[in-house]
Structure formats: structure tokens, C-alpha cells
């Protein structure tokens, strides 16, 4: 059974930064790409930040510059580090991993959690 489990998120002041961790578990042979989506209240999930296994990353034009995706193969776990945060930066974050299970590739959706920015 494949889990996803994020963790950070929170509240902060704009300006301020935060970051969110995901790391997939299970019977993975490795990941293809882990990123982070995101939701705002009545707005459509958005990606944020992607990275392929091999280290080549994608970002939304609204986050360049001031978020940074990092991962770890080893331990299937991708970083998302959130600096200069915005209060249009306030949305669940979810995390999404592309993954190979016995040969297989697949999407797996972590719980999401909550990332706040006051002004």
C-alpha cells in the first residue's frame, strides 16, 4: 500500500517563509516526477513545482524565484521551501507522486495541508 505523508504548512505573515515536505512509502521501486499542487478556495487545483527523478524541475510563473523544489530519491521525499510568501500563496497544498509499483507507473494525491498568509 502506497502512502504519502506531508507535513508543514501552517500559518504565516507575508514576507515570511515555510516549507512543506512529502515523502511517499510503500512497495515503490522509485518515483518518475513529485511535485506540489495547489487549491484555493473556489479556484481550480494549479501546479506549483515539479521534479523528475532526475533532478529537472517546473514552476508555475507566480512562485519563480521564490520557491524551490529539492528531492531525495533514496527516500522518495521532495522538499517544497517557500520564501518571500504572499497572501495569494494561501491554498491547500497537495502533494502528487508519479510512481513505479511493480513495474507500473502511477499518480498518488497526498491529504493536502493547509498553508496560510496574512497580510
Known amino acids: 500500500q502506497v502512502k504519502l505523508v506531508e507535513s508543514g504548512g501552517g500559518l504565516v505573515q507575508a514576507g515570511e517563509s515555510l516549507g512543506l515536505s512529502c515523502a511517499a512509502s510503500?512497495?515503490?521501486?522509485?518515483?518518475?516526477?513529485m511535485g506540489w499542487y495547489r487549491q484555493a478556495p473556489g479556484k481550480q487545483r494549479e501546479l506549483v513545482a515539479t521534479i523528475t527523478s532526475g533532478g529537472s524541475t517546473n514552476y508555475a510563473d507566480s512562485v519563480k524565484g521564490r520557491f524551490t523544489i529539492s528531492k531525495d530519491n533514496a527516500r522518495n521525499t521532495v522538499w517544497l521551501q517557500m520564501n518571500s510568501l504572499k497572501p495569494e500563496d494561501t491554498a491547500v497544498y497537495y502533494c502528487?507522486?508519479?510512481?513505479?509499483?511493480?513495474?507500473?507507473?502511477?499518480?498518488?494525491w497526498g491529504q493536502g495541508t493547509q498553508v496560510t498568509v496574512s497580510s
Open positions: 502528487l507522486a508519479n510512481l513505479v509499483i511493480r513495474k507500473a507507473a502511477g499518480d498518488y
Open positions: 510503500g512497495s515503490i521501486f522509485r518515483f518518475n516526477t
